[in-house]
């Protein structure tokens, strides 16, 4: 004698628990202090432009030499209270994780895409999404790339970081919006 149950909604992502996913320097993919090391940052808006105060973006990339290795085992543990203490700062990962602040605003501190892997890998995790989103940054005099080529100019544009001053690039990723707002996502199968 069992009651049938109605399905429900699905939930969506999040929200995110500071302990759980964003670690200390998870932003930090470059060696500390290198000076080849670019900052990549934006805001993450929803459909209506308004900033998303608690999205999470996992970044990854190849290495400068367009290894794909990256290095496994940096995240350092304080070995009484289990705490994570964040990256060796010594090894680029090629993975990156943060958080938005109150403002929606992320930043990464990486190298430059590899030639033959132009662009830095995005997933964007955020409240009242059902699924979390992949999309991509490129860089500008990015190599030719199949998936730039077989995107309209208002469209590849929401790929594509712009310079803001000395190795600073800024890239804002919009969930919803006309062709020239709402940013690429990708579908893998």
Not at 9 to 15: E, F, I, L, N, R
């Amino acid at each position: 004698m069992s009651e049938l149950l109605e399905p429900t909604p699905s939930q969506t992502v999040g929200p995110f628990f500071g302990y759980g996913l964003p670690f200390p320097g998870g932003g930090d993919v470059a060696p500390a202090g290198h000076p080849d090391a670019i900052t990549v940052h934006g805001f993450v808006h929803d459909g209506e432009g308004l900033a998303i105060p608690d999205a999470v973006m996992d970044f990854w990339q190849a290495a400068p030499d367009g290894s794909r290795t990256g290095s496994p085992g940096s995240l350092r543990v304080d070995t009484s209270d289990g705490r994570l203490l964040g990256r060796d700062g010594v090894r680029f990962t090629g993975f990156g994780r943060v958080g938005t602040d109150g403002d929606g605003h992320w930043a990464l501190r990486t190298f430059a895409p590899a030639p033959d892997a132009p662009y830095i890998g995005v997933c964007v995790f955020a409240r009242g999404l059902l699924h979390h989103l992949f999309t991509r940054i490129y860089f500008p005099g990015a190599a030719d790339d199949a998936l730039l080529a077989g995107l309209s100019p208002e469209r590849r544009a929401t790929l594509m970081a712009r310079p803001e001053s000395d190795r600073v690039f800024r890239f804002d990723v919009r969930l919803q919006g006309d062709e020239a707002q709402e940013t690429v996502f990708l579908d893998f199968v």
